[in-house]
């Protein structure tokens, strides 16, 4: 079993913190396309400190920023940035028909996992048919986007994937919708029999993209998923919007149109609870995500006014609605924000300083909680607040065409960076021309307000760690705080306000947030660390089976094979040819560096052949050799490895006397592709 020690230390400033208000500031800003539409509906910071877009392309010729052609109609695109948001490449996948992707993730390997909609048959990159309408298609890629492996997921209607996540156990867990029944890849039904309305179609698959369980979750009306995470205690949150009333999996009435609905799974998911949010109106759930206290953060979009859920009025016909529940869906408070007309959210994180910021698109004037005009009839608009909804600021991202589809990350140095489609030429905050009829567009800010500008550091020797054990914090702020509050969802203790807690244990696999709230007499400076741990289980423990002279391990990631207890230089494959009498055991490690042992094979001193015989045996010294290969050679070993005779096999069959005291012995036949081995005792 392999143990790998963590010791980390957090640095953070603590300064006086001011409310005043200040807008963004805009480092840079990029446009990506070709010379047709172009639609970006995923970002994520990668590792490398870069950036990965993803979306779908119609611009079917290699033109503009794209490199490829495209396959079909539309095909997914996505295009690598580095940390200055320049391209460092783009790559093309898709079929023969309609190819859209909607969501992506850099993976554990520093590869990708991109996922959305297909109804292309087996051609391009597509190496699987549809079932039937649109499927779920997915694609795992290495590192420089090379195609690893694609799996497409159906029934015999219309299937779409909108969130695909890694798991704690290196495999994915898909979010979507279903019109399907039971049939193609789908085993369980849909609870409309008539095909006319979705259902949430959720399916876990392990690494390299093998179903392993489905569910589907429904009521009488319609269900659409558009968000999940996977929760502390292994299992799953997922959130979307339902119109059903109390029926199928759904338990709580409908309270308008269209209601938020969120559903708590077990890790095989299995249902634990439901529930449902909203006004007497229409309200639509886009984003659910983990908060600092270990409940969960919903946004989305109503046209509910005061009612039901909502204690809040719309300031026009549709607003962003921001809901906080606890661990267990119990509703803490809810949020509206908005102008006149309409603003619709479309996504949602956590920021640094254990606040919210919400994006999405909006149609609204100066009115309401919106502070700036639009260029166009219709802009993309962010909002800050604290960690109680309060608003702290908002933000119009000024185009002089239409955008939509925002989706907003924090970066590693606080700043945030915004994506979304537009028609826009240069003007506004947008810096260069249009490529074709809507572009990707990438939009990077620092808040000039944040505390964490330049002030706060972060090291650590690691932050993974296999199996469960205690982890050490250490503080390491200045200005002379006085006082800490640590936070530790899914360590125990969850929290401490020591200075420096030590034993945090982690129970159980996942990834978990660290938040350090320190204090001096003047003000408090939080730092939240969303993902900071991450705990991977032990992979299974290998077993070996021997053929002849070989030994076999089951698969894994990697492997080291053992001499007695010494690791056998060069011996990392997934087999081993047996040189020497002794015991031999092989550890595995997998993808996150975990690793486990077999157990010992002891005594390891005879690797058989069905054409050789040694008799008698035991014996007086007086042996027998039948079926030996002419020109081989002949040694017999000691217990203690000393050569004790050798000879030239000259003959097929021959006569041995070995001149030696009682005892075990070890008869080699060695020749260029032979090696046979037989265990012989000395009894005179």
């Given at each position: 079993?392999?143990?790998?020690?963590?010791?980390?230390?957090?640095?953070?400033?603590?300064?006086?913190?001011?409310?005043?208000?200040?807008?963004?500031?805009?480092?840079?800003?990029y446009?990506?396309?070709?010379?047709?539409?172009d639609?970006?509906?995923?970002?994520q910071q990668?590792?490398?400190?870069?950036?990965?877009?993803?979306?779908?392309?119609?611009?079917?010729?290699?033109?503009?920023?794209?490199?490829?052609?495209?396959?079909?109609?539309d095909?997914?695109?996505?295009?690598k940035?580095?940390?200055?948001g320049?391209?460092?490449?783009?790559?093309?996948?898709?079929?023969?028909?309609?190819?859209?992707?909607?969501?992506?993730?850099?993976?554990?390997?520093?590869?990708?996992?991109?996922?959305?909609?297909s109804?292309?048959?087996?051609?391009?990159?597509?190496?699987?048919?549809?079932?039937?309408?649109?499927?779920?298609?997915?694609?795992?890629?290495?590192?420089?986007?090379?195609?690893?492996?694609?799996?497409?997921?159906?029934?015999?209607?219309?299937?779409?994937?909108?969130?695909?996540?890694?798991?704690?156990?290196?495999?994915?867990v898909?979010?979507?919708?279903?019109?399907s029944?039971?049939?193609?890849?789908?085993?369980?039904?849909?609870?409309?029999?008539?095909?006319?309305?979705p259902?949430?179609w959720i399916?876990?698959?392990?690494?390299?993209?093998?179903?392993?369980?489905?569910?589907?979750?429904?009521?009488?009306?319609?269900?659409?998923?558009?968000?999940?995470v996977?929760?502390?205690?292994?299992?799953?949150?997922?959130?979307?919007?339902?119109?059903?009333?109390?029926?199928?999996?759904?338990?709580?009435?409908?309270?308008?149109?269209?209601?938020?609905?969120?559903?708590?799974?077990?890790?095989?998911?299995?249902?634990?609870?439901?529930?449902?949010?909203?006004?007497?109106?229409?309200?639509?759930?886009?984003?659910?995500?983990?908060?600092?206290?270990?409940?969960?953060?919903?946004?989305?979009?109503?046209?509910?006014?005061?009612?039901?859920?909502?204690?809040?009025?719309t300031?026009?016909?549709?607003?962003?609605?921001?809901v906080?529940?606890?661990?267990?869906?119990?509703?803490l408070?809810?949020?509206?924000?908005?102008?006149?007309?309409?603003d619709?959210?479309e996504?949602?994180?956590?920021?640094?300083?254990?606040?919210?910021?919400?994006?999405g698109?909006?149609?609204?004037?100066?009115?309401?909680?919106?502070?700036?005009?639009?260029?166009s009839?219709?802009?993309?608009?962010?909002?800050?607040?604290?960690?109680?909804?309060v608003?702290?600021?908002?933000?119009?991202?000024?185009?002089?065409?239409?955008?939509?589809?925002?989706?907003?990350?924090?970066?590693?140095?606080?700043?945030?960076?915004?994506?979304?489609w537009?028609?826009?030429g240069?003007?506004?905050?947008?810096?260069?021309?249009?490529?074709?009829?809507?572009?990707?567009?990438?939009?990077?800010f620092?808040?000039?307000?944040?505390?964490?500008?330049?002030?706060?550091?972060?090291?650590?020797?690691?932050?993974?760690?296999?199996d469960?054990?205690?982890?050490d914090?250490?503080?390491q702020?200045?200005?002379?705080?006085?006082?800490?509050?640590?936070?530790?969802?899914?360590?125990?203790?969850?929290?401490?306000?020591?200075?420096?807690?030590?034993?945090i244990?982690?129970?159980?696999?996942?990834?978990?947030d660290?938040?350090l709230?320190?204090?001096?007499?003047?003000?408090?400076?939080?730092?939240?660390?969303?993902?900071?741990?991450?705990?991977?289980?032990?992979?299974?423990?290998?077993?070996?089976?021997?053929?002849?002279?070989?030994?076999?391990?089951?698969?894994?990631?990697?492997?080291?094979?053992?001499?007695?207890?010494?690791?056998?230089?060069?011996?990392?494959?997934?087999?081993?040819?047996?040189?020497?009498?002794?015991?031999?055991?092989?550890?595995?490690?997998?993808?996150?560096?975990c690793?486990?042992?077999?157990?010992?094979?002891?005594?390891?001193?005879?690797?058989?052949?069905?054409?050789i015989?040694?008799?008698?045996?035991p014996?007086?010294?007086?042996?027998?050799?039948?079926?030996?290969?002419?020109?081989?050679?002949?040694?017999?070993?000691?217990?203690?490895?000393r050569?004790?005779?050798?000879?030239q096999?000259?003959?097929p069959?021959?006569?041995?006397?070995l001149?030696?005291?009682?005892?075990?012995?070890?008869?080699?036949?060695?020749?260029?592709?032979?090696l046979?081995r037989?265990?012989?005792?000395?009894?005179?």
């Open positions: 079993m392999k143990k790998i020690v963590i010791a980390f230390f957090i640095f953070v400033l603590v300064a006086g913190l001011s409310l005043a208000q200040s807008p963004l500031v805009k480092q840079w800003d446009r990506f396309g070709g010379n047709m539409d639609m970006v509906r995923a970002i990668t590792f490398d400190g870069g950036y990965l877009l993803g979306g779908n392309s119609r611009s079917i010729s290699v033109s503009g920023d794209k490199t490829q052609a495209s396959w079909g109609s095909d997914f695109w996505i295009v940035l580095d940390s200055a320049i391209k460092q490449w783009d790559l093309d996948f898709g079929g023969n028909l309609f190819d859209y992707l909607t969501c992506l993730q850099q993976t554990k390997d520093n590869g990708y996992i991109l996922g959305g909609r109804n292309s048959n087996i051609s391009g990159n597509k190496s699987q048919t549809s079932w039937g309408g649109f499927d779920c298609w997915v694609i795992k890629t290495d590192s420089s986007g090379n195609i690893e492996w694609d799996k497409d997921f159906g029934g015999t209607e219309g299937d779409e994937i909108n969130i695909i996540q890694q798991t704690a156990d290196g495999g994915f898909i979010g979507g919708d279903s019109y029944g039971i049939g193609g890849d789908k085993t369980v039904p849909n609870w409309d029999t008539t095909g006319n309305t259902d949430f399916i876990k698959i392990d690494s390299v993209g093998n179903k392993q369980w489905e569910k589907d979750f429904g009521g009488d009306g319609s269900e659409g998923c558009s968000s999940l996977q929760t502390f205690d292994g299992g799953y949150i997922f959130s979307g919007t339902t119109n059903s009333g109390i029926s199928g999996d759904k338990t709580s009435a409908l309270q308008g149109d269209r209601d938020y609905w969120i559903i708590k799974t077990d890790s095989l998911g299995n249902k634990q609870w439901d529930k449902s949010f909203g006004g007497t109106g229409l309200d639509r759930s886009s984003a659910i995500r983990h908060s600092s206290d270990g409940g969960y953060i919903i946004g989305g979009d109503s046209h509910s006014g005061i009612g039901g859920d909502k204690s809040m009025d300031w026009g016909s549709s607003d962003f609605w921001l906080k529940i606890d661990s267990l869906g119990n509703k408070w809810d949020k509206d924000y908005g102008g006149t007309s309409y619709n959210a996504d949602l994180i956590q920021t640094s300083d254990g606040g919210f910021l919400m994006s698109r909006s149609h609204s004037p100066i009115s309401g909680d919106k502070t700036q005009n639009n260029l009839s219709q802009q993309i608009w962010i909002i800050k607040t604290d960690s109680l909804g608003k702290e600021w908002d933000r119009t991202i000024l185009a002089n065409g239409n955008c939509q589809d925002s989706r907003v990350i924090q970066t590693k140095d606080h700043a945030f960076v915004l994506v979304n537009t028609n826009a240069s003007g506004g905050d947008k810096t260069q021309p249009s490529r074709g009829i809507n572009d990707y567009w990438i939009v990077k620092y808040d000039t307000t944040s505390v964490y500008n330049n002030s706060a550091s972060l090291l650590s020797s690691d932050t993974s760690f296999c469960k054990q205690s982890i914090f250490f503080d702020s200045t200005n002379n705080p006085t006082s800490w509050q640590w936070f530790f969802p899914g360590g125990n203790p969850s929290s401490s306000t020591l200075q420096n807690p030590t034993g244990f982690y129970n159980t696999y996942g990834s978990f660290v938040t709230i320190a204090c001096n007499a003047t003000d408090c400076d939080t730092l939240y660390l969303p993902g900071f741990i991450n705990e991977f289980p032990n992979p299974t423990v290998p077993m070996i089976t021997m053929s002849n002279d070989t030994l076999f391990s089951t698969p894994a990631y990697s492997y080291q094979w053992y001499f007695y207890n010494s690791p056998i230089n060069g011996a990392t494959s997934q087999y081993y040819v047996i040189t020497l009498p002794g015991d031999y055991y092989v550890v595995v490690t997998d993808s996150n560096g690793a486990a042992a077999s157990q010992v094979i002891t005594d390891v001193d005879e690797i058989t052949h069905n054409r015989f040694v008799y008698p045996n014996s007086n010294g007086d042996l027998i050799l039948k079926g030996i290969p002419t020109n081989s050679e002949i040694n017999i070993y000691d217990v203690a490895g050569v004790i005779y050798k000879d096999v000259k003959a069959d021959m006569h041995l006397q001149n030696a005291a009682d005892g075990i012995y070890f008869l080699e036949v060695v020749s260029d592709n032979l046979f037989k265990k012989i005792i000395v009894n005179k």
